[in-house]
Nanobody, 120 residues
Framework: QVQLVESGGGLVQAGGSLRLSCAAS????????MGWYRQAPGKQRELVAR???????NYADSVKGRFTISRDNAKNTVYLQMNSLKPEDTDVYYC??????????????WGQGTQVTVSS
């Protein structure tokens, strides 16, 4: 079993910053991709940013230049630095990790979600 624990969400004024953290623990052999997704009520979950084990990153067009994803492989932790926040960034943010637990194949795990609210 693998658990992803998120922190750092909250309320912020437009133009402000937040840093989200997500630490994976449990039966982890290795982690390939880690990422952040967000989901507004009644809408589908969408990719915000992702980072592979080697450091390559991808961002949604809506957050490029404002958000930065990083990871600490020794701590099995991924971060999302969110700058210049906009009201449209308001969402529940979910951490995701592709985890190899037994050397056979990867499983996708999700965090519990953390609310980010940006006021105008």
């Amino acid at each position: 079993q693998v658990q992803l624990v998120e922190s750092g969400g909250g309320l912020v004024q437009a133009g402000g910053s937040l840093r989200l953290s997500c630490a994976a623990s449990g039966s982890i052999f290795r982690i390939n991709t880690m990422g952040w997704y967000r989901q507004a009520p009644g809408k589908q979950r969408e990719l915000v940013a992702r980072i592979i084990s080697g450091g390559s990153t991808n961002y949604a067009d809506s957050v490029k230049g404002r958000f930065t994803i990083s990871r600490d492989n020794a701590k099995n932790t991924v971060y999302l630095q969110m700058n210049s926040l906009k009201p449209e960034d308001t969402d529940v943010y979910y951490c995701n990790a592709e985890v190899l637990t037994n050397g056979i194949g990867y499983q996708r795990y999700w965090g519990q979600g953390t609310q980010v609210t940006v006021s105008s």
